[in-house]
């Protein structure tokens, strides 16, 4: 009788259990123990999706649509509205905006107005069923999320352990036990760090330092609430308003609309962004709001001998793009793959693995930084510096051939293969937030 290998799991957030129910599916011959601890908790906060979750959830970790839509009711996102730039808004559809290859002509520019195309997408997911878009998310409630994930783990055989992990027992191999606030020990042949911003395992246990992205991503800050839905429609999509010092993402569920205005600590106190999110926002209760902090950061190598760090423990860059719970998933693939592929004792692999996630987290860097560097909507004194901070990265060469040209479909160096955006985001970025071109030609 073959032996099992033991995986285990720190952390029963988003990232925890999409990644142990990953395992527990794509790797053969494994048992999956997640363990998290109640107390704590997670982080509660992570509601909008990045499209292809969607498909990830039911086509890959075998989740159930009509179960999921019975219980957890999502809600269709079909991409972001951006009140952002010169423009009312633009729409940053997840439809790919560019796959005929054609410039947009000159009356009807694509993208601004398309999500309003979308009417019937404004019910949810459960009563509509079929996808209104080619490439969709979903609008879902972290509470009834992190409890279906939970459940669907448990129903697939996985294993769930309520404990706090009072510290890490390290050696040669790497982590060697963990020891329960209970005092037992616990053991495995290969762990998994979920366990959020604490990073118990990679950062706490191994020292593996975190790299940070302060100097391009200014904002380490967000207040967050909400309202009961009255009368008001259900936007089949998340809106991101320019604030004072940062920006307001709206999430609608089907009874309640959430908001969360991201700023910079040191542009605006917490009293200040409170009232400035319940004045722009009057039906938001102020003395629930919550205030959640953050640094955009990534760990230097996410896997480091035997154990890999996913989700909040391994990077984090604020939710402009929605991006965080499609990279865990991304990640929770890889890592399978890569165990299957031998990967376990395996240092090549797991230094492929680490760049490949490296690149990921520049590309994200990149993506939202082009938001900041380039919106003139406020001249606020955020505002101000944002618009003369905010380094290109990657995007340097991308963006001066755009000034230099405008618009051209055949660049590769914003599509970069791997990209999350491809030329469409960068492309549907550059023209929404209307960056002239040549002699200051806008579109
Ligand atoms: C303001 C904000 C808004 C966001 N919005 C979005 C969004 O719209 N879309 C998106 O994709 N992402 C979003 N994110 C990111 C998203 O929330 C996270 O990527 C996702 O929830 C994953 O979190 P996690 O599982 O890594 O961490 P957590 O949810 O914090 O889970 C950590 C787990 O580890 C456990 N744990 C920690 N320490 C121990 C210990 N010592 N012993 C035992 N257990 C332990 C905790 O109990 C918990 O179960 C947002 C983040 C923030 C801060």
């Known amino acids: 009788m073959s032996v099992k290998r033991e995986i285990t799991v720190v952390g029963g957030g988003t990232a925890g259990l999409i990644a142990a129910t990953t395992l527990l599916r794509l790797c053969p011959d494994t048992n999956v123990t997640v363990i998290r601890s109640t107390e704590l908790g997670h982080i509660m906060v992570g509601e909008g999706t990045f499209a292809g979750t969607p498909d990830y959830l039911h086509d890959v970790m075998g989740i159930p649509l009509d179960d999921f839509y019975a219980k957890v009711n999502p809600i269709w996102k079909l991409g972001v509205r951006l009140k952002w730039g010169p423009r009312p808004y633009f729409d940053?559809?997840?439809?790919?905006?560019?796959?005929?290859?054609?410039?947009?002509?000159?009356?009807?520019?694509?993208?601004?107005?398309?999500?309003?195309?979308?009417?019937?997408?404004?019910?949810?997911?459960?009563?509509?069923?079929?996808?209104?878009?080619?490439?969709?998310?979903?609008?879902?409630?972290?509470?009834?999320?992190?409890?279906?994930?939970?459940?669907?783990?448990?129903?697939?055989?996985?294993?769930l352990v309520d404990a706090k992990v009072a510290s890490v027992e390290v050696g040669e191999i790497g982590v060697e036990s963990l020891v329960l606030e209970s005092g037992d020990r616990h053991t495995a042949d290969f762990f998994v760090d979920a366990s959020g911003f604490r990073a118990e395992l990679i950062n706490k246990g191994l020292g593996e330092p975190f790299v940070s992205m302060r100097d391009h991503l200014f904002c380490d800050r967000a207040v967050v609430g909400g309202w009961a839905r009255g009368d008001e429609e259900i936007r089949p999509y998340t809106s991101m308003d320019t604030m004072d010092a940062g920006w307001c993402w709206r999430i609608d569920h089907e009874h309640t609309i959430n908001r969360g205005y991201v700023h910079s600590s040191a542009y605006i106190s917490v009293d200040e962004a409170a009232d400035e999110l319940a004045r722009k926002n009057p039906k938001i209760d102020r003395d629930s709001l919550r205030v959640v902090p953050f640094e955009a950061r990534h760990v230097r190598h996410p896997w480091v001998k035997n154990v890999v760090a996913i989700g909040n423990a391994c990077g984090f860059v604020e939710?402009?793009?929605?991006?965080?719970?499609?990279?865990?998933?991304?990640?929770?693939?890889?890592?399978?793959?890569?165990?299957?592929?031998?990967?376990?004792?395996?240092?090549?692999?797991?230094?492929?693995?680490?760049?490949?996630?490296?690149?990921?987290?520049?590309?994200?860097?990149?993506?939202?930084?082009?938001?900041?560097?380039?919106?003139?909507?406020?001249?606020?004194?955020?505002?101000?510096?944002?618009?003369?901070?905010?380094?290109?990265?990657?995007?340097?060469?991308?963006?001066?051939?755009?000034?230099?040209?405008?618009?051209?479909?055949?660049?590769?160096?914003?599509?970069?293969?791997?990209?999350?955006?491809?030329?469409?985001?960068?492309?549907?970025?550059?023209?929404?937030?209307?960056?002239?071109?040549?002699?200051?030609?806008?579109?």
């Open 92 to 159: 940053y559809p997840f439809n790919e905006q560019f796959d005929n290859q054609i410039l947009p002509s000159k009356d009807k520019p694509w993208g601004y107005y398309h999500l309003d195309e979308y009417e019937s997408a404004s019910l949810p997911a459960g009563a509509t069923r079929t996808p209104p878009a080619k490439r969709f998310g979903y609008h879902i409630e972290n509470q009834p999320f992190v409890a279906y994930l939970e459940q669907h783990f448990a129903r697939l055989g996985g294993k």
């Open 319 to 443: 939710p402009l793009e929605a991006t965080n719970i499609q990279v865990i998933c991304a990640h929770s693939r890889q890592l399978a793959e890569a165990i299957n592929a031998g990967g376990l004792g395996n240092s090549d692999l797991a230094q492929d693995y680490n760049e490949s996630v490296q690149l990921q987290w520049e590309d994200i860097r990149d993506f939202l930084a082009l938001h900041y560097r380039f919106n003139t909507r406020l001249n606020t004194p955020f505002w101000q510096m944002a618009v003369r901070n905010t380094p290109l990265g990657g995007l340097e060469e991308y963006v001066k051939l755009y000034q230099e040209n405008g618009p051209v479909l055949f660049t590769g160096s914003a599509g970069k293969p791997g990209s999350m955006f491809g030329y469409d985001g960068h492309l549907n970025l550059l023209l929404g937030l209307q960056v002239p071109w040549k002699d200051g030609s806008v579109r």
